[in-house]
């Protein structure tokens, strides 16, 4: 049996533009191509994406991704290695899981305590304990050059280079939840000068257009990981960088 690109894609839950730009880099291919140019796939291919969506979700790159599959013999066993990763991301979600309560709990004692959130704060890193760039790239799905651009980026960083843009990011999330604090709209000059330093920062690795933008904000508030790291932080803080990205896109991208 064979399904059509539009039926894989609803399947799925990948776009077609997806579908087709794994196919270009040569990922998945589909079973045969149709007189009028549509794409078909089969039983085998769907193993295939099935596999992939897997090692996406455990974090791999594009490139990871396609060597573990042209390296993988047996599908059986190429399961069960799937599987191990499974469990140990099911471990990472712990170690998340406890960064998250950590946090929760140094909150409610300083505001009963009366300290300045910033000041309990030891480790700014200890925030991003188990979180990891790569999945909650996956708003970019639909944008695959950034999405790659961004992949590729990660994956040349040193250990200390992660640690250091680890501890940026917090620091820019503690800014913007200051601005929050302050009762500053979305659109304020402050907070958009904020996200202005976000963007330049991913612009050093791509400019990202509008929709793209838009897309990452959404992955504040979608995605499960940013989402408990931002409200962590402070209660609404997810929305907050949402809306001031969507003016900053609206505003100053095309």
């Known amino acids: 049996m064979a399904w059509p690109i539009a039926e894989v894609a609803r399947m799925s839950g990948v776009t077609a533009r997806t579908l087709r730009h794994y196919d270009a880099i040569g990922l998945l291919s589909p079973a045969w191509i ?14 295939r994406l099935q596999q992939i969506l897997v090692l996406r979700e ?18 059986l066993e190429a399961l069960r290695g799937h599987h191990r990763r499974l469990l140990t991301e099911r471990d990472r979600l712990d170690a998340l899981a406890g960064t998250v309560a950590r946090t929760i709990t ?21 925030l991003f304990e188990g979180i990891r760039s790569a999945p909650c790239m996956k708003a970019l799905h639909d944008f695959p050059e950034l999405a790659g651009a961004v992949e590729r980026h990660t994956a040349a960083m040193s250990e200390a280079e992660r640690e250091a843009d ?9 800014r913007l939840a200051e601005l ?15 996200i202005d330093t976000q963007y330049r920062t991913l612009a050093r690795i791509r400019p990202a257009t509008a929709e793209e933008y838009r897309a990452i904000g959404r992955t504040c508030v979608e995605n499960e ?11 609404g803080l997810a929305t907050y960088q949402r809306a001031a990205i969507d003016a900053y896109a609206a505003t100053r991208l095309r």
Do not use: C, F
């Open 106 to 126: 140094e909150l409610e004692r300083s505001r009963k305590d009366g300290t300045d959130m910033i000041t309990i704060i030891s480790r700014p890193e200890n």
């Open 166 to 174: 680890e501890r940026e990011r917090t620091a820019q999330m503690i």
């Open 34 to 47: 149709g007189a009028n140019g549509h794409r078909y796939y089969e039983e085998r291919q769907l193993l």
């Open 58 to 75: 455990l974090a791999l790159g594009l490139p990871e991704i396609g060597r573990i599959l042209a390296a993988q013999v047996d599908e």
């Open 225 to 235: 990981h940013w989402n408990a790291a931002y409200e962590a932080i402070a209660q």
């Open 180 to 194: 929050l604090a302050a009762g500053l709209p979305a659109d304020a000059d402050a907070v958009q000068a904020e």
